[in-house]
């Protein structure tokens, strides 16, 4: 059974910073490309980064520049490093596993508020 389980969500102030992680089981992370993405309240989720099989990683940009994707292979989690957090970053963050199996994890709740 594959499962997604991340973490590390909270309430931040402004100009704070949060590290999320998405530990996997079931699947070997580096078999997948990986997203994460955000749904603020009312409206779409959507797509905030991205991490290739080669590493390679993307980002969308509203958060070029303060988020940053990485991952550590011997604990089969990948991690989304939230830096200069702003009000409206404030969403429940997913990850999301893109290629070649969809799957998705349960979300964590980031609020930036002061």
């Known amino acids: 059974q594959v499962q997604l389980v991340e973490s590390g969500g909270g309430l931040v102030q402004p100009g704070g910073s949060l590290r999320l992680s998405c530990a996997a089981s079931?699947?070997?992370?580096?078999?997948?490309?990986m997203g994460w993405y955000r749904q603020a309240p009312g409206k779409e989720r959507e797509l905030v980064a991205t991490?290739?099989?080669?590493?390679?990683?993307d980002y969308v940009p509203p958060v070029k520049g303060r988020f940053t994707v990485s991952e550590d292979n011997a604990k089969n989690t990948v991690y989304l490093q939230m830096n200069s957090l702003r009000p409206e970053d404030t969403a429940v963050y997913y990850c999301k596993t893109e290629w070649p199996l969809q799957f998705w994890g349960q979300g964590t709740q980031v609020t930036v508020s002061s």
């Open positions: 079931g699947i070997d992370f580096q078999l997948y490309n």
């Open positions: 991490m290739t099989v080669g590493g390679e990683t």
